[in-house]
């Protein structure tokens, strides 16, 4: 099956300074990779997803690219800020079979001002 | 905005007792998921249920848990017989076809004593 790995664990960035995670996977087969922010106690919320047949999608402050040949996605956050404060989960799966998200462990991003 | 809800939010058992968690997935999704979070670490994928019967199941999900939807808009987690590592965050997550957002629901914190 599927398996996602996610660096760095942690992550401390100055307010303005940007941010980037990075995942690999394992499936060839997977073709969707959302990016989830989960706020403490909260629930994960999607905040950008890009599908394999795209290299590259930006969204304001937070861009998502992906490198199919060496199966690795990457979250970049510029000009963090003390709000972007949170753990953010990468996950992978079979969009068209609706197979379950498979999550990396995590990073928690810290942003001070 | 709909969005998935869950209930209890917190859940107390004692160790070997049964416990049903629910969840009610916004009204047209098709596609449902149960994932669990241990306090710190990744979001583990559970099972998957459509067209009402099991479509995906993790090594996670042995013979102690089983998913029902009873209804039209319930979609019930139990476990049989629950262990000390049960204890962690239950989030049910929902999606009206293969290519779209999963929602996740607000989870039910699991304790057992």
């Known amino acids: 099956g599927e398996n996602v790995e996610q660096h760095p664990s942690t992550l401390s960035v100055q307010e303005g300074d940007s941010a980037v995670i990075k995942c690999t996977y394992s499936?060839?087969?997977?073709?969707?990779f959302p990016w989830y922010k989960q706020e403490l106690g909260k629930r994960p919320q999607l905040i950008i997803d890009?599908?394999?047949?795209?290299g590259e999608k930006k969204d304001q402050r937070i861009a998502v690219t992906l490198n199919k040949t060496a199966k690795h996605f990457s979250l970049h956050i510029t000009e963090t800020q003390p709000e972007d404060s949170a753990v953010y989960f990468c996950?992978?799966?079979?969009?068209?079979?609706?197979?379950?998200?498979?999550f990396g462990k995590g990073t928690t991003l810290s942003v001070s001002s | 905005e709909p969005e998935v809800t869950q209930t209890p939010s917190h859940q107390v058992t004692q160790m070997g007792q049964e416990v049903i968690l629910r969840c009610v997935p916004i009204?047209?999704?098709?596609?449902f998921y149960w994932y669990r979070q241990i306090l710190g670490q990744k979001v583990e994928f559970l099972v998957s249920?459509?067209?009402?019967?099991?479509?995906?199941k993790s090594e996670i999900f042995d013979d102690q848990f089983s998913v029902e939807r009873p209804d039209g808009s319930n979609f019930t987690l139990k476990i049989r017989s629950t262990k000390l590592e049960d204890s962690a965050m239950y989030f049910c997550?929902?999606?009206?076809?293969?290519?779209?957002?999963?929602?996740f629901g607000q989870g039910t914190r699991l304790t057992v004593v």
């Open positions: 996950a992978a799966s079979i969009r068209q079979a609706g197979t379950a998200l498979i």
């Open positions: 499936d060839s087969a997977s073709n969707y």
């Open positions: 890009i599908r394999s047949n795209v």
């Open positions: 009204s047209n999704h098709l596609y």
């Open positions: 249920f459509y067209n009402n019967e099991i479509s995906e």
């Open positions: 997550a929902s999606l009206v076809s293969p290519n779209t957002e999963a929602f």
